[in-house]
């Protein structure tokens, strides 16, 4: 009996300390591992990333506001804006809007199956471009037309101001050879020209400046306009912008007496418009 009674001491702080182990050794609950449903289960979600929440979010397209009709923004940044390389023009730098080359690569197509070749020769220029060409006009015919509004009324026979053109749009084309003598009798590109009157509003395209006009550019016979966007375009460069809003190149302030607006931009081809 006593050497039973001197071992209930230690049989009792053996199992205390077993308990105790057990116990410590039992892992904590960590936060969110309740089942899926619960609020902690949300937290365990990977969060969404910025790149994720970018993709969703399509981005803003520039407006047809007076700075897109007067050509002052960068074409090559545009959503709506494609590069025209060969074989539908044998020149670097040419750019059109999506819809408006579409219909040309179209037209393209049907004119070479008739032996008809067509070759963009300008296409789209923005402010900037038109610029340089005006201001290089401006002091070629600085002697011949000393005048402000004579020199800029010569400019304006075939090139347009800064602002005016409608190349700023990506609308229109020239095609060819920019002389309308080649597209005349006897002319290297008179199939060209006889084809494109035939059947180029066939596909949407249309001869802004002809010949018979009351005001406006004179007649040229290798600049193309896609109807279907450039007819919106004109409508709406009559609604928002006046002859007082050109400015910063050569001349400018012939705008207003010249009537700019009026004349040039709006005199137009009537089936064009």
């Known amino acids: ?13 053996g199992i205390f300390i077993c308990s105790c182990t ?4 039992a892992p904590e609950a960590k936060p969110g591992s309740e089942k ?33 009709l007067m050509g002052k923004f960068d074409p090559s940044k545009h959503p709506d804006f494609v590069t025209v390389k060969a074989p ?3 020149r ?50 600085a002697k011949e037309k000393p005048g402000s509004k004579e020199r800029a009324l ?37 199939k060209v020209y006889d084809w494109l009157a035939a059947h180029a509003h066939e596909y949407g395209f249309c ?20 109807i279907p966007l450039s007819q919106g375009y004109t409508e709406r460069f009559r609604e928002l912008i006046t002859d007082e809003e050109f400015g910063g190149f050569s001349g400018a302030s012939s705008a207003v007496e010249i009537e700019v607006v009026k004349n040039y931009v709006l005199g137009i081809n009537e089936k064009c418009r």
């Open 1 to 13: 009996m006593l050497k039973i009674n001197n071992l209930l001491p230690i049989l009792i702080a």
């Open 22 to 25: 057990e116990e410590r050794s």
């Open 36 to 68: 899926k449903g619960g609020t902690a289960a949300v937290a365990d979600e990977a969060p969404e990333s910025a790149q994720t929440r970018e993709k969703q979010v399509e981005p803003a397209k520039p407006a047809l506001d007076t700075d897109y």
């Open 88 to 90: 539908y023009t044998d």
């Open 92 to 141: 670097q730098g040419m750019m059109l809007r999506r819809e408006a080359f579409e219909a040309f690569r179209e037209m393209w197509k049907a004119a070479k199956k008739e032996g008809v070749e067509l070759n963009i020769k300008s296409s789209t220029r923005n402010f900037q471009q038109q610029k340089a060409i005006w201001d290089g006009k401006w002091q070629k015919y």
């Open 154 to 190: 010569k400019i304006l026979e075939y090139s347009a101001m800064p602002g005016a053109s409608r190349h700023h749009w990506g609308t229109d084309v020239d095609l060819n050879d920019l002389n309308n003598t080649s597209m005349e009798s006897g002319g290297k590109y008179k």
């Open 207 to 226: 001869q802004p400046y002809t010949a018979g006009r009351a005001a406006g550019y004179k007649e040229e016979k290798w600049h193309w306009s896609y």
